[in-house]
């Protein structure tokens, strides 16, 4: 076990040294009394304990072990040493592994000790076993044991409620009892194995064991001397410990030596023949040179000291025991101390870490998947490029003695797929997808591990565990569902991903351009044949890229279906009969779905079309169900299906719900509706709608509302005018913001009949809001020969009709594009609709139909869009009309199965 002289940080000395130690110990007032006679001024003991001497003693020491290893390893080549790492045989590392396990378990009996002898508070066995391990693997690997292992244990005991003379006696205490431990291994092996010593300091065995004894009965006495006198230790306010504790220490100690020097016997190659007990003899002399020489680690001294100390045996050898024993038993504890002292510290600062991250991801929250995105396609451009470029030779040289070449042949190919794979999934991530998520974290992964079996390529495995550090820790802005290879394939993404295939490809070209192309190349396998591998991930690329092309062309997502199941309409019909409104009665056309809220008190009414996801109207709520709440629900579903919202002819009463949901708006036209309260057929402003009465009553039309009982024995003559309707007209069906015809539809409301000598020449259906607010129809149809005026009468009638009835209102519906703003400063989208609305005549009767409606001299109110900001709002316009004009035929009510 190769200590740093100031493990423990502290040692009891004279003179300048001991200085730290007592100023966090007694102060020198308090000091214990000297009552022993002073020595002269001048004196070897004060010459040893100078710091000047001690240093030259050091470096003198340092350098003439330095030079003799320099010249047992002049000779040895890299080449030796490698070869002597792949030969170690797997037996060896795992008691190597388990050596070291027993060493730094042992060393935790130090403080659990010391703290017994102190008296100080009870600790749990999980912090005095951290606080050790972690103080000793910084202590050993760094040194300078006040600044590492010092500071560990004041870190981590100081939180915990311990006193600094308490640390500070703890770390003197774990100090002697190694020390005690050297000396306790040394004397048993000396008596046990005096060959050793006898073979490299030239002594009889005699003398050799004569000192092993001699060095035991010096630990026995210290033993004895501690329990009985219980002296005062300098520098400290503290006692010996007694024997019982003592003993213990001595105990601890042993096994910490012995297992730390099992861990290098076990590593040792097959040539060094020595016992364990006489390697100890060895092991122990490195030990305490190393230590002596103050050098952290006893880096250089303790392997010059084992290579001087066994001859006969290839340095090669020797020196790859000595690198693995160096990492399992200072690397490796080093690595596991770090992060768990990074995951103490974390753990205390949870509560603050988490109110910045919270502070930056909110800040930050919104381009967390575009930034995501960018990363992960430039880290599978980076694995696409490495997978193109040559590896590094000095690399591969190691690799092959510890990889089988199929290895590096698959792990090459399979990282520059990776790679590719990284690129397409990227743009998932934009889409914040969840199934992207976990692929590219899967993917990076992977991709770290294979770079490092294709070729020790450990910058390109940093940038992959880096990126999927990243992409975990915003994980919950991936929430979107839907599969990876989902949505629809653009042509930015597809020029993005060939652009970063054809530069890796380019670039492998370029790399290897000096070789001379054969047909034997693809076939070349060779720890070195980077052209090969080249060829063959080209390939694979290639492959990859247009396997997943080629899947997401045909399998394009279908659309979704916009029909709701038979349970939700029911539910649906339920809050329709509930609502203030008419227009409420769209949900009954089975062409939307619904979304409901938690009550079930209130719905939004929508349909899907490409990426558009559009509600109908305002949402529909009953008693006091939140409107608003809806609309963010709405919000948020589309969100998690990667859509675009809107809200289709919503009120100017409703506007600041959507602007508060980061809606824009534009006017889509006007709504006319009709007081009821107020409407007459006197005076002289209404003189042409009573001309068209007389003149439909005299040509013997009739007036008839049918209630939704009695419309079954109609159905069929109602049918057969509908058809003929759109045969006449050349149209066919719309739907979404309108009816349409099915026979169940036509079953959900009342309708309203005109007949001319009793046969029915014209229909509509009725809509009725609850408590009397609103009446108005929906689609109307007309035989060709029915007289002139008879919309106008059925109109009038039904008006007539719902005032006696005692309705406020009567909606005659929506005049799109008209009561736009005119001025020259309006907005684009005014002054185009204006424009198309002046001359758009031949598509649609804009002018016509308001002046139609204007003649029941209505109250004009306007109807919105509202969509997200951008230039989204050109695509939601077509996507509105397509289904308008598509619904009918989408309209299928999902039966229960």
């Known amino acids: 076990m190769p200590r740093n002289p100031s493990n423990g940080t502290a040692q009891p000395q004279s003179g300048s040294d001991g200085a730290d130690v007592r100023s966090l110990g007694t102060t020198p007032d308090q000091a214990p009394e000297d009552t022993g006679e002073r020595g002269p001024a001048f004196s070897l003991s004060r010459l040893a304990a100078s710091t000047r001497v001690r240093a030259v003693l050091v470096l003198a020491l340092f350098a003439v072990v330095s030079f003799a290893l320099y010249h047992e390893v002049e000779v040895t080549s890299w080449h030796d040493v490698r070869a002597a790492l792949a030969s170690t045989r797997p037996e060896q590392i795992v008691l190597a592994i388990l050596g070291t396990a027993l060493s730094y378990l042992a060393l935790t009996g130090y403080d659990f000790l010391a703290l017994r002898h102190l008296g100080a508070p009870r600790l749990s066995p999980g912090i005095i076993a951290l606080t050790s391990f972690v103080s000793q693997a910084f202590t050993f690997n760094f040194g300078f044991g006040i600044l590492t292992g010092g500071a560990v244990r004041m870190r981590l005991y100081g939180a915990a409620g311990l006193k600094p003379d308490q640390i500070l006696a703890t770390s003197v205490f774990a100090t002697l009892a190694v020390w005690l431990g050297i000396a306790a291994v040394s004397g048993a092996a000396l008596i046990a194995a005096p060959e050793v010593a006898e073979r490299i300091l030239s002594l009889p065995q005699q003398a050799v064991q004569a000192f092993g004894v001699a060095l035991l009965g010096l630990v026995l006495w210290a033993w004895w001397y501690a329990a009985t006198a219980r002296p005062r230790i300098p520098g400290l306010d503290m006692r010996a410990p007694t024997g019982t504790v003592t003993g213990l220490a001595l105990l601890v100690g042993a096994i910490d030596i012995v297992a730390s020097g099992f861990a290098l016997w076990a590593l040792l190659p097959s040539e060094v023949t020595l016992s364990l007990p006489a390697f100890l003899v060895i092991f122990v002399s490195a030990i305490a040179l190393g230590m002596i020489s103050h050098v952290p680690g006893g880096l250089g001294v303790f392997e010059g000291i084992i290579l001087l100390a066994i001859p006969g045996v290839p340095a090669g050898a020797l020196l790859a025991s000595l690198l693995l024993f160096r990492f399992f038993y200072y690397l490796l504890p080093m690595g596991l101390a770090a992060a768990a002292l990074a995951i103490v510290e974390l753990k205390d600062r949870h509560e603050v870490l988490t109110k910045h991250v919270a502070r930056v991801g909110s800040s930050l929250g919104a381009s967390i998947p575009l930034v995501s995105a960018i990363l992960v396609f430039v880290g599978g451009f980076i694995l696409m490029v490495s997978g193109a470029l040559p590896a590094e030779h000095d690399r591969m040289a190691i690799l092959r003695y510890a990889v089988p070449l199929p290895f590096v042949e698959a792990s090459h190919f399979v990282a520059s797929i990776i790679g590719t794979l990284l690129v397409i999934v990227a743009y998932g991530l934009a889409r914040r997808l969840e199934s992207a998520w ?372 009567f909606n005659l519906g929506m005049a799109p594009l008209s009561g736009l703003p005119q001025h020259r400063l309006a907005p684009l989208w005014s002054r185009v609709a204006t424009w198309f609305s002046r001359h758009g005549d031949r598509f649609y009767k804009f002018e016509g139909l308001r002046a139609f409606k204007s003649k029941f001299r209505p109250e004009w109110r306007p109807k919105y869009l509202a969509y997200p900001s951008g230039v989204l709002l050109p695509q939601i316009l077509i996507d509105v009309t397509a289904l308008i004009a598509n619904a009918p035929a989408r309209a299928r009510i999902e039966e229960p199965t």
């Open 438 to 809: 976990r692929t590219a974290l899967l993917l990076l992964l992977l991709g770290a591990a294979f770079s490092l079996l294709k070729g020790i390529d450990y910058e390109e495995a940093v940038v992959c565990y880096t990126i999927a550090a990243l992409l975990f820790a915003g994980r919950r802005w991936f929430y979107r569902k839907g599969g990876v290879l989902s949505g629809s394939l653009q042509s930015s993404e597809i020029l993005a991903i060939g652009l970063a295939v054809i530069t890796s490809v380019w670039i492998g070209f370029v790399a290897f351009r000096s070789v001379a192309y054969e047909g034997t190349l693809w076939w070349d396998f060779a720890y070195h044949g980077d052209a090969s591998r080249f060829l063959r991930a080209t390939i694979g690329v290639a492959v990859t890229m247009l396997v997943t092309m080629v899947y997401r062309l045909m399998h394009r997502s279908a659309p979704m279906t916009n029909a709701p199941s038979r349970a939700d309409l029911d539910t649906a019909t339920a809050i329709v009969r509930g609502s203030d409104y008419a227009y409420a009665n769209l949900a009954l056309i089975g062409d939307k779905r619904f979304l409901f809220n938690s009550e079930n008190t209130g719905f939004v009414m929508y349909a899907t079309q490409g990426s558009s996801w559009i509600a109908m109207g305002d949402p529909i709520v009953t008693g006091e169900a939140d409107a608003a709440g809806l609309v963010w629900q709405f919000k948020e579903l589309v969100d998690r299906h990667s859509g675009v919202p809107a809200f289709y002819q919503i009120s100017s009463e409703n506007l600041p719900l959507y602007l508060d949901a980061g809606f824009s708006m534009v006017k889509l036209g006007e709504e006319a509706w009709v007081d009821l309260s107020a409407f007459t057929l006197d005076g002289p402003e209404n003189r042409k709608i009573r001309q068209a009465m007389s003149k439909a009553q005299r040509m013997g039309c009739s007036f008839e509302v049918v209630p939704v009982a009695d419309i079954a024995k109609y159905l069929d003559e109602l049918r057969r005018i509908s058809d003929a309707w759109l045969l006449e007209k050349g149209q066919r069906e719309k739907g979404f913001s309108l009816g349409f015809w099915t026979d169940r539809y036509m079953l959900e409301n009342d309708a309203v009949l005109v007949r001319v000598d009793g046969r029915i020449v014209a229909f509509a259906n009725l809509w009725r809001s609850a408590g009397q607010n609103e009446i108005s129809i929906d689609f109307m149809r007309v035989r060709h020969d029915a007289p002139n005026g008879t919309m106008d009468y059925l109109f009038t009638a039904l008006m007539e009709q719902a005032k006696a009835e005692g309705y406020r209102w």
